[in-house]
C-alpha cells in the first residue's frame, strides 16, 4: 500500500520563509581561531551586526530577516515621517561681537604703547645710546633747536603796532564845511601850505620804513575811536612877529589812559625835532588849546598822541616854507625814537 505523502501545508503568497545561515559570510575570526573567553578584566566583546546573506533561490532574494512584500513596504512608507531638520544656530550679532572686540584690543595696545614710551622718555638718560649713535643724532638736534628757536610766534602787540597817524592841521574842511587855511600872512603865505607839505613828507618817509601810515585831515572822520601806535597832528604859529621864533610841543594835558607813553612820544618828538632843524623850544607859549586840542577827545584812549606847532610863519619863514624836508626828518626820528628805540639815529 502505498502511502499518501502527508500534505503540504498551505502558506499565504506573501509569506517568506525563513532562512537562517550556518555562518557568516565574513566570520570575525578566521577558522582554527576561537574567540578569547571574557574575564573579570576583559569584557566580553558585544555581539557584530548581523551580516545580510543573500541567497538566491527561483530569481528571489532571501535576507536573514523575512523580506516585506511590496504591499508592506508601502504601508510601512505611508507610516515614515518626514526628517526633522536640525536647529540652526543663529549667529548675526557675532561680526560686530568680532569687530568690536578687535577695535578693543588696538586700544588696549595703543595705550600701554604710549605709556611705555612716555616712562621711557623721562627716565632714560642721553648716556644710554651709544657714543657712535649720539655723534650721529647730534646734528639732527643742533638742527631741530634752531628751528625750535627760528619758529616765528605770534605777535603780542596789537595788529595796529606800526600804524601811525599824521595830521596836517587845518586842512580839508573845517566845522561849518568851509576851507580853513588857519594862520595866513600879509602875501597869502599860509599855516596850510606848511603843515600839508610837512605831513605828506614825513608820511613818504616812514612808508619807506615799513610803516602804515594816515594822513589825516583836521576833521577828518576817521580820527573818531582812531587806534595807533603813534598819533601826531602838525601846525604853525602867527604870522606876527614877536621878535623871535621856536617850535611847541605837549601831549593831551588831562588824558591819564596812556600818560607814560604820551610823556615820552612827547620827549622824542622835542629832543629830535630841536636838534635837526635847530629851533628853540619854547615851552612857555604852549597854550590851552594845545592841552586840550579837540582830537584827544575822540581819538582813542590807548593811542599815544602829541600836537606839535612846526615854528613861527614871520620869524621862521624860510626853514617853514623852503626846509621841509628838514621838518620832516626831525619828526621821524622823534617817531622812530619813540616807536623802535633801537634804530633810531645815535644807537
Known amino acids: 500500500m502505498i502511502s499518501k505523502p502527508e500534505p503540504t501545508p498551505h502558506t ?31 569584557p566580553a566583546p558585544a555581539a557584530p551586526p548581523p551580516v545580510p546573506q543573500f541567497i538566491e533561490s527561483s530569481g528571489v532574494q532571501h535576507t536573514g530577516k523575512i523580506r516585506q512584500t511590496p504591499k508592506a513596504r508601502k504601508a510601512q512608507a505611508g507610516k515614515v515621517k518626514a526628517p526633522v531638520k536640525a536647529p540652526t544656530l543663529k549667529t548675526s550679532g557675532y561680526p560686530v561681537v568680532t569687530a568690536v572686540s578687535a577695535l578693543r584690543s588696538l586700544v588696549v595696545t595703543f595705550a600701554a604703547a604710549v605709556i611705555v614710551s612716555t616712562i621711557f622718555m623721562w627716565w632714560t638718560s642721553p648716556d644710554f645710546l651709544p657714543v657712535s649713535a649720539r655723534k650721529e643724532l647730534a646734528p639732527v638736534q643742533a638742527t631741530a633747536v634752531q628751528r625750535a628757536v627760528l619758529k616765528p610766534t605770534p605777535l603780542p602787540t596789537p595788529i595796529w603796532f606800526n600804524k601811525i597817524g599824521i595830521v596836517a592841521g587845518h586842512s580839508g574842511l573845517n566845522r561849518v564845511g568851509q576851507p580853513d587855511p588857519g594862520a595866513v600872512c600879509a602875501d597869502g603865505f599860509n599855516e596850510l601850505t606848511v603843515t600839508s607839505g610837512v605831513a605828506d613828507r614825513v608820511a613818504a618817509m616812514l612808508r619807506g620804513r615799513g610803516f602804515t601810515v594816515d594822513v589825516l585831515g583836521e576833521f577828518d572822520s576817521l580820527r573818531v575811536g582812531y587806534q595807533a601806535a603813534a598819533y601826531i597832528s602838525l601846525h604853525a604859529d602867527s604870522c606876527e612877529n614877536f621878535g623871535y621864533g621856536g617850535f611847541k610841543s605837549t601831549a593831551p594835558g588831562n588824558r591819564m589812559t596812556v600818560r607814560e607813553q604820551d610823556t615820552r612820544l612827547n620827549e622824542c618828538i622835542r629832543q629830535n625835532y630841536a636838534a635837526i632843524t635847530g629851533l628853540e623850544f619854547q615851552p612857555g607859549n604852549i597854550t590851552l588849546n594845545m592841552l586840550n586840542y579837540h582830537h584827544w577827545e575822540v581819538i582813542s584812549p590807548n593811542t599815544p598822541a602829541v600836537i606839535l606847532e612846526l615854528g613861527f610863519l614871520s620869524y621862521d619863514r624860510d ?19 619813540y616807536l623802535a628805540p633801537q634804530a633810531a639815529p645815535g644807537n
Request: charge should be negative; charged fraction near 20%.
Open 12 to 42: 499565504p503568497e506573501d509569506a517568506v520563509p525563513e532562512v537562517v545561515p550556518e555562518r557568516h559570510i565574513a566570520p570575525e575570526f578566521p577558522e582554527g581561531i576561537s574567540p578569547p573567553l571574557p574575564t573579570e578584566t576583559t
Open 319 to 337: 626853514l617853514l616854507q623852503n626846509q621841509q624836508d628838514r621838518l620832516a626828518l626831525g619828526i621821524v626820528n622823534g617817531l622812530i625814537c
